[in-house]
């Protein structure tokens, strides 16, 4: 079945650091990518998408380019901040038009000043 | 807008009692999700609905879960009865129409001691 693996965390950064968080997965066909940030207490929010080979998704500092020869959709930030803290999940969801999201079981990441 | 809104926040509940968690998706949107993360697992998607009709269950672990969704501005999720490894945050979705992003509310905490 469809599947997504995210690199173990936690991920523990210095302000200013380079973040790369990494997410491969395995599904039929051309699925849609996605990451999702869960900030402290709070529910997930959708922080980025690609929906077919070699596009980039961007938002806020963060990028993820969809490789369909290494099934990888790794996310990046060039400079991360404290209010960057969170739990990072990387999603897929199968083509064909499906609702369900399939995830990885998330990267937590603390930065600190 | 109030977002996806869940209740309560947190329960905590005895093992053998029934629990009953509430949620009510955006306004407009048609498609509402029930998913449960825990340490161990992850997050899961436990059930889905377009229109008020259950389209996939297969997630729900077993016969003690069940959900509802009378009307397009509420939903919920029973467990009956309760059992400590139920212990979970139950968050619920929302979308517009399929394949749109997804909206989650803040989760419910629960606790089964």
């Known amino acids: 079945g469809d599947s997504v693996t995210q690199m173990e965390g936690p991920v523990t950064l210095s302000e200013e650091a380079f973040l790369t968080i990494n997410c491969t997965y395995t599904?039929?066909?051309?699925?849609?990518l996605f990451w999702y940030v869960q900030y402290p207490g709070e529910g997930l929010q959708l922080l980025l998408k690609?929906?077919?080979?070699?596009d980039k998704g961007s938002n806020k500092g963060f990028e993820a380019t969809y490789r369909k020869e290494t099934t990888s959709f790794h996310l990046e930030k060039g400079s991360v901040q404290v209010s960057d803290s969170a739990v990072y999940f990387c999603?897929?969801?199968?083509?064909?038009?499906?609702?369900?999201?399939?995830f990885g079981k998330g990267t937590k990441l603390t930065v600190n000043p | 807008d109030a977002g996806v809104i869940q209740s309560p926040r947190h329960e905590v509940t005895e093992m053998g009692q029934e629990v009953t968690l509430r949620c009510k998706p955006i306004?407009?949107?048609?498609?509402l999700f029930w998913y449960r993360q825990t340490m161990m697992r992850g997050l899961e998607l436990l059930i889905y609905?377009?229109?008020?009709?259950?389209?996939?269950d297969s997630g729900m672990p077993e016969d003690r879960f069940s959900a509802k969704m009378p009307n397009a501005s509420f939903s919920t999720l029973k467990i009956q009865p309760s059992e400590p490894r139920d212990s979970a945050v139950y968050f619920c979705?929302?979308?517009?129409?399929?394949?749109?992003?997804?909206?989650f509310g803040p989760g419910t905490r629960l606790t089964v001691t």
């Open positions: 609905f377009n229109n008020n009709v259950p389209i996939d």
């Open positions: 999603a897929l969801r199968t083509q064909g038009g499906s609702e369900k999201l399939v």
């Open positions: 979705a929302s979308s517009f129409r399929r394949i749109y992003e997804q909206y």
């Open positions: 690609a929906t077919k080979a070699d």
């Open positions: 306004s407009g949107h048609n498609s």
């Open positions: 599904a039929t066909g051309y699925p849609s």
